[in-house]
């Protein structure tokens, strides 16, 4: 299986990697540069054709915004720039796809907006057909002094499209136009987090019923309930990522749920663990039941194999990417021993 890895680029990085995952025995092998890019932080796939978007995490890329790059992927993973765009904000640290893969979605941490790019004719980015300005503040006034999208994710029906802003402690709901490339406030147009939650990444359920979301600042979970007719999320509960007693300083990151839908895994910079929750099958709430060390420093993002059987997290501060066997039954993970060094990885994305 070929991996891309995005990565920031300040300490030698040239951009986006790929290795091999031997889905076998665990191992990472093959390092190899596969685009020459700035800071290529978060990446994603188009869902039907083979192309593959990187959101370039730098304040003055085009214009004194960040930018979001295109690729084609050809034989053997091989990477092709096709365009680039401004992401209309500084510091783009999401991607996704949506509207039936007519669009590109770009979350602008630093600045807090996100904004929409038409998907071209073999795959190249046209010009934002819509942007978005969060608005507000949160509790922390080092980190919550304005707004900051984290993520810009379609909800599984491509219907709706949710944006965890960190700043305002707001998942921001919209419907998403495909005729005319814009994002319209749904009915409820945003969930509200308790105050200094941090709301970073959100993760849907198989069933399509339940959301989860990942708090950086607030280093919790908070599951809701989710109507997938409106768009709208109602607060089922929130519970620590970490263990009790533990006081050091640590933030939340990444969230995904296993194919079972048996278990949520979110992972922790600072405590450097991959926490796994069990799902309550008849409310949706999670309770953890287990932490796995990271084996490094700051895991950012990390992904579950689509059977649910393996684990790959990056530590971006280790400089390495290990992974995992998963206990289904369980949810808990087993280290392989198997440990790839790459400089400042942040996002994984299998090649399936």
Not at 217 to 237: C, K, P, S, V
């Amino acid at each position: 299986m070929l991996v891309y890895i995005g990565t920031y680029t300040s300490q030698g990085s040239e951009g986006i990697y790929a290795c091999e995952f031997d889905p076998a025995t665990g191992a990472l092998d093959g390092l190899r540069p596969m685009a020459r890019t700035a800071n290529p932080t978060y990446l994603c796939f188009h869902p039907e054709r083979p192309y593959l978007y990187a959101a370039n995490e730098v304040s003055d890329a085009m214009g004194k915004s960040g930018a979001v790059s295109a690729y084609a992927i050809g034989r053997e993973g091989a990477l092709t720039r096709l365009n680039q765009q401004p992401s209309h904000g500084t510091s783009p640290c999401y991607v996704s796809v949506g509207a039936a893969g007519r669009y590109v979605l770009v979350a602008n941490y630093s600045s807090g907006t996100v904004a929409v790019l038409p998907i071209e004719a073999g795959g190249a980015l046209g010009e934002a057909t819509d942007v978005v300005q969060h608005e507000g503040s949160g509790a922390d006034p080092r980190r919550q002094e304005g707004p900051h999208a984290h993520c810009i994710v379609p909800d599984p029906g491509d219907r709706f499209v949710l944006s965890c802003d960190l700043g305002t402690d707001r998942v921001m709901i919209y419907r998403l136009d495909a005729a005319a490339g814009s994002l319209l406030p749904a009915a409820a147009p945003y969930a509200l987090l308790a105050p200094g939650s941090g709301p970073r990444h959100i993760a849907f359920h198989p069933n399509g019923r339940w959301a989860y979301v990942i708090n950086e600042l607030g280093n919790t979970m908070t599951a809701f309930t989710y109507q997938a007719d409106t768009g709208r999320l109602d607060e089922i509960g929130s519970v620590s990522t970490l263990p009790a007693g533990y006081a050091e300083t640590t933030y939340c990151a990444d969230v995904h749920v296993a194919p079972s839908g048996r278990y949520v895994y979110g992972s922790n910079r600072g405590h450097d663990s991959i926490v796994i929750l069990r799902v309550d099958e008849a409310t949706g709430m999670v309770t953890p039941v287990g932490w796995a060390p990271t084996q490094g420093s700051f895991p950012r993002n990390f992904f579950l194999s689509p059977d649910g059987t393996w684990l790959l997290a990056a530590n971006q501060k280790g400089d390495s990417v290990v992974s995992y066997r998963v206990d289904v039954a369980t949810g808990l993970l087993e280290p392989t021993g198997h440990t790839l060094r790459v400089s400042m990885p942040v996002c994984l994305l299998p090649l399936l």
